[in-house]
């Protein structure tokens, strides 16, 4: 009897046994080629172009024609035209009052064509908002030296001021001649302010000379021994905000004389 239900069982294994196997087998998904964790999007950023950027919306791809634009913006402040060196004989830089050099940059102004040195016109951007010291204007452009030109130019007159009219010459280059009362050092120890007036020196009229400038004057010995004397120079003059009236003095020969 034993005998009989073992083969009874052996011909059901055989018979069923596959089928009775996957009741109880997971059936596992059909495996892709590739990464099986790869998503849609990152499929389609790596497969060859072209192949499925089309199918997926949030999948840019630009095109292999696509270039990327040469632009070319015109330099400001740039004059279109060149210059005769000839045609400088005899005028000056209207800030310093040097004499033209074009070694060192020329500008013009287009509006009462006046001209400047390249560092005149940096301290004019930085302490007078690039403003032509004889008319005002912010139209100072770059010249450029050639064989032949239509521009015409003009020298600058400043106005000759004293203590007694210097306030209403602000934002000009004046001449101005008075005696030295004091002078005064900053408390960086390299900016100096020669005093002509018994205020404060926030409050009096000054000649300032940075210390980007000192060497250029002839050096910290040749600021202090102006003290007592009598000055006459050339120079923008300011009333500025926080330090009150004062004359940027930026290179030797805007002092013209001193007695």
Known sequence: MWF???CVVVWLLLSYGGKIAGLF?????ERRSGNPTETAQERAASSPSGASSKSNP??????????SASIKFAPVGV??????????????????GASLNPALGLHQCTNCKVYYHSESVTVLREVNEMRCVA???????VLKVGQASSSTGRDYSPTVVTLGNFRSNFNQV?????TVISVKTSRRGSDYAVMFENKSWTRGLKLVFFRG?????????????LDGRRVRVRGLL???AKFGPEIIVSERGMILDIK
């Open 4 to 6: 009989l239900l073992a």
């Open 25 to 29: 087998t997971k059936k596992q998904p």
């Open 58 to 67: 949030d999948v840019y791809r630009p095109r292999k024609t696509a270039r």
């Open 79 to 96: 004059a279109t035209e060149n210059l005769d060196a000839d045609t400088l004989d005899g005028l000056h830089d209207a800030f310093t």
């Open 135 to 141: 008319c005002g204007t912010a139209s100072i452009v």
């Open 174 to 178: 004046i001449t101005f001649e008075g």
């Open 213 to 225: 400038a000192i060497t250029k004057v002839g050096g910290a010995g040749f600021v202090n021994g």
């Open 238 to 240: 300011l009333n500025d």
